[in-house]
């Protein structure tokens, strides 16, 4: 079945870029779209938005200044890329397939702590 | 953005126990709904999509139910295994958004 892995460093600067890889097995990301979505610690979920192969991507108005989101056919990976952190990005980032505006299967998570 | 409600914000039953969470959206997201279970630790997962519909391989006694502004699901008789959070998500309008969560806990 389809399986996502996020991967990328657990901890980054505050004023730094996070950057972050999601990794698909069993299927093509040339085939839907795909989404990033974080949980800070003890709260709600947040979409940060999705992109597709076609280039075809929408963020989250509250983070779209600072986010970009890239897909590698190449290496079937998924990129997310976050400019300026302050603490309040720390989270655990999901990458999630995103198909027909449900999000499944999500990839097990990855904690980003941002600080010095 | 439309913002999503969810209670009670935990609650304890038993195994075997009827359980339902509601769900409200501060807006009209016709039947663009979905419901996501999370354990402790752990990724969510579907249960639920476009409001009614079981994702596969969930048992049948989850079920989800609305329109409009206001959605359920219900866990017919506990299980063990479901004892997690869950969290509402709609899709009618961009950003999605999520509800705060509904953690069900053993009592």
């Known amino acids: 079945q389809v399986q996502l892995r996020e991967s990328g460093p657990g901890l980054v600067n505050p004023s730094e870029t996070l950057s972050l890889t999601c990794t698909v097995s069993a299927m093509s990301v040339r085939n839907d779209y795909w989404s990033w979505i974080r949980q800070s610690p003890g709260k709600t979920l947040e979409w940060i938005g999705y992109?597709?192969?076609?280039?075809?991507?929408r963020y989250n108005p509250s983070l779209e200044s600072r986010v970009t989101m890239t897909v590698d056919m190449s290496k079937n990976q998924v990129s997310l890329s976050l400019t300026s952190v302050t603490s309040a990005d720390t989270a655990v980032y999901f990458c999630?397939?995103?198909?027909?505006?449900?999000?499944?299967?999500w990839g097990q998570g990855t904690l980003v702590t941002v600080s010095s | 953005d439309i913002q999503m409600t969810q209670s009670p914000s935990s609650l304890s039953a038993s195994v075997g126990d009827r359980v339902t969470i509601t769900c409200q959206a501060s807006q009209d997201i016709a039947i663009y709904l979905n419901w996501y279970q999370q354990k402790s630790g752990k990724a969510p997962t579907l249960v639920i999509y476009e409001t009614s519909n079981l994702q596969t391989g969930v048992p049948s006694r989850f079920s989800g139910s609305g329109s409009g502004t206001d959605f359920t699901l219900t866990i017919s008789s506990l299980q063990p295994e479901d004892f997690a959070t869950y969290f509402c998500q709609q899709f009618a309008n961009l950003p999605f958004t999520f509800g705060p969560g509904t953690k069900v806990d053993i009592k």
């Open positions: 999630a397939r995103s198909h027909q505006s449900r999000f499944d299967p």
């Open positions: 992109t597709s192969h076609s280039g075809s991507t």
